[in-house]
């Protein structure tokens, strides 16, 4: 159980066009999800946390009318780059916190979505 | 401030030991995670520790101490796919993750 996908798992794109991620939790309902940015060679930066129903709270330095999220429904964020630059090209992951059950409320990873902007 | 640290690479031999330390400053403690990432994949849970003392999980055993905000992670028996990068976090308060840089560990033959 407690599986998280994310689609697409690559995507590239031209400049200046907008690229949507999703992340989905199959088996469990997810009160809040994550989206992290991993640039090569580095550890996983917070973006932002996403709870069902409610504003996005995005970290410092990371521009809200950029990247675009949406937590529609507890098994379901969006995340969309809008006008996105050649710096954006990451890789993109995803996480999320199960409603219940577990004694840690772990984070449940996607396997990521790699992003090229050319 | 918030500040985990842990050694950017260490080098190991198959079937040997390695430890990789964590250290961490956090304005709270609740709990500490290691995961692990191989190159261009998402990162996988490997254990949490939230008590004091160790905790073993096969070949993998991870240990905590809360006065000393140490933690490290303890691979036996190691084999060549376990060349990837450690991840330590720790979270600090009710779900929010706080990430160390990673220790890539590389083995050799």
């Known amino acids: 159980g407690a599986v998280v996908s994310q689609h697409p798992s690559r995507v590239i794109c031209k400049s200046g066009t907008s690229v949507k991620i999703e992340c989905r939790s199959l088996d469990f309902q997810a009160t809040t999800m994550f989206w992290y940015r991993q640039f090569p060679k580095q550890s996983l930066m917070l973006m932002a946390t996403s709870n069902e129903g409610s504003k996005a709270t995005y970290e410092q330095g990371v521009e809200k009318d950029k990247f675009l999220i949406n937590h529609a429904s507890l098994t379901l964020s969006t995340l969309t780059v809008t006008s996105a630059h050649p710096e954006d090209s990451s890789f993109y992951i995803c996480?999320?916190?199960?409603?219940?059950?577990?004694?840690?409320?772990?984070?449940?990873f996607g396997p990521g979505t790699r992003l090229t902007v050319l | 401030g918030q500040n985990i640290d842990q050694p950017t690479e260490m080098t190991a031999t198959e079937g040997a030991i390695v430890q990789i330390n964590c250290t961490y400053q956090?304005?709270?403690?609740?709990?500490l995670f290691w995961y692990q990432q191989h190159a261009g994949e998402a990162p996988t849970f490997l254990s949490y520790?939230?008590l004091d003392g160790l905790e073993e999980k096969g070949r993998f055993s991870s240990f905590l101490s809360r006065s000393k905000g140490y933690s490290y992670l303890l691979l036996k028996e190691l084999q060549m796919k376990d060349s990837a990068s450690y991840l330590c976090a720790v979270r600090d308060g009710d779900y929010q993750l706080i990430w160390g840089a990673g220790t890539k560990l590389i083995i050799k033959p």
């Open positions: 996480s999320a916190r199960r409603l219940a059950g577990g004694d840690y409320n772990e984070q449940f």
């Open positions: 956090t304005s709270g403690f609740n709990g």
């Open positions: 520790n939230v």
